[in-house]
Structures are given as structure tokens and as C-alpha cells.
């Protein structure tokens, strides 16, 4: 009976070390061949492992990425942009300054021209220098 056959990832990982290990096609078909099998794509997971140890002893070393997880990270940051955004907002209607108002401050701290091209760090800056002003002329825009 033969074993279970390998996975995408695990093939993968084979052709990473055929690349790192630098193999010419003839030495990694003939390293292949020692498995009894043409292609790493019929390879069993016992196979797998003898391969990998070989390619191990040869001088391969397995880098391990960190797992992505960009797609929450990234909608986490556009909520917090909008929060700042919106705040900038209404503190300027509370002052009675336009928009560009609050871009001219993003311009002077940062050298950018439009808000919506900061990060949110910046945009909390912005966002507290419009809340000094506020305080600094005594309207309700500064208070919390």
C-alpha cells in the first residue's frame, strides 16, 4: 500500500530547497529517482522527510515567515483613520475653519498636502493641534 502523498505546501517547501541548495535539473531528478518516483508531486511523506533530512544535511536551511494576517490589520487602520478623520471634522465646524484649514496644518508639520494621505499617527497630531487652537481661542472645540 502506498503512503498518503504529500501537500502544495510541502511540495513547495521541496522546490525552495531544489532553489536554495542551487540543484541542476538532472541532480534533483536524480535525487528523485533514488525515491523511486519522477516527480516530488508523488512523493510519500516518509519520502518526504528522508528528501528534507538530505537536503538538510546538505546545507538547507528552512526560513519560517510569519503567518499573514494583513486583512484585519488593515481594516483596524481604516476605522482608526475615519475616527480621525471625523474628529478633524468636527472640530473644525466647531471653530468655524474650513477644511483646508486642517490640510494647511498636515502641510506645515508634515510637508503633505491632503489629510487623507496621512497615517494615523499623523492625523492624531493634526487632530490635537486643532483641539489647542480650540482651547487657545476659548471655544467648545478644545474641550473633551
Given at each position: 500500500m502506498k503512503g498518503k502523498?504529500?501537500?502544495?505546501?510541502?511540495?513547495?517547501?521541496?522546490?525552495?530547497a531544489?532553489?536554495?541548495?542551487?540543484?541542476?535539473?538532472?541532480?534533483?531528478r536524480g535525487?528523485?529517482?533514488?525515491?523511486?518516483?519522477?516527480?516530488?508531486?508523488?512523493?510519500?511523506?516518509?519520502q518526504l522527510e528522508d528528501l528534507l533530512e538530505h537536503?538538510?544535511?546538505?546545507g538547507f536551511r528552512q526560513r519560517y515567515k510569519?503567518?499573514?494576517?494583513?486583512?484585519?490589520?488593515?481594516?483596524?487602520?481604516?476605522?482608526?483613520?475615519?475616527a480621525h478623520l471625523g474628529l478633524i471634522e468636527t472640530?473644525?465646524?466647531?471653530?468655524?475653519?474650513?477644511?483646508a484649514y486642517a490640510e494647511g496644518i498636515a502641510y506645515k508639520m508634515f510637508g503633505v498636502r491632503r489629510l487623507q494621505w496621512l497615517t494615523c499617527e499623523q492625523l492624531g497630531k493634526v487632530e490635537a493641534a486643532l483641539v489647542y487652537k480650540g482651547r487657545r481661542q476659548g471655544s467648545g472645540a478644545g474641550r473633551q
Open positions: 502523498t504529500i501537500n502544495r505546501a510541502q511540495l513547495a517547501l521541496v522546490h525552495v531544489k532553489a536554495q541548495l542551487a540543484l541542476s535539473e538532472e541532480e534533483y535525487l528523485l529517482g533514488r525515491f523511486g518516483v519522477q516527480s516530488s508531486k508523488d512523493l510519500t511523506q516518509e537536503f538538510r544535511a546538505c510569519p503567518k499573514v494576517t494583513g486583512a484585519p490589520e488593515i481594516r483596524r487602520q481604516a476605522r482608526a483613520r475615519q472640530t473644525l465646524a466647531a471653530l468655524g475653519m474650513p477644511w
